[in-house]
């Protein structure tokens, strides 16, 4: 499901952007570099992420974007990025958990987004 030009995303540095629905609508932004590819799952740690957190206690999907100017886009123009959809929860012990704070060791906690469709936007 995810392709090579979405793994060359991750490479660059660039801001991915979290929206969930749940109390309330809520935008949280993590950098790409951030963001570890685990199966079909992505692994972002998270810091605060407190609104996020809540929403996906109330309803789990997800939609996040990745994007980067240096990666051609699909006609040959700079920049592309991409729109993951799926399902989200916040993990505070475990595996997963304990590989992400192992990289990132300010992380409280760390968003697993399980992947449902992942489209090339741009």
């Excluded at 969930?20 to 809520?26: I, Q, S």
């Excluded at 790409?32 to 309803?59: E, F």
């Amino acid at each position: 499901m995810l392709t090579e030009t979405f793994f060359e995303v991750l490479r660059h540095e660039g801001v991915a952007a979290i929206a969930t629905l749940g109390a309330e609508p809520h935008l949280v932004n993590t950098w790409n570099s951030y963001i570890q590819v685990a199966g079909g799952c992505l692994l972002i740690p998270a810091g605060g992420m407190r609104q996020t957190q809540k929403n996906i206690a109330v309803n789990s999907k997800v939609l996040l974007t990745v994007g980067a100017r240096a990666v051609s886009g699909k006609r040959g123009q700079p920049g592309t990025g991409f729109l993951v959809t799926g399902t989200g929860e916040f993990l505070l012990e475990g595996e997963e958990f304990g590989q992400v704070k192992a990289k990132f060791g300010w992380a409280r906690a760390v968003l697993k987004i399980t992947i449902e469709n992942a489209v090339q936007t741009l």
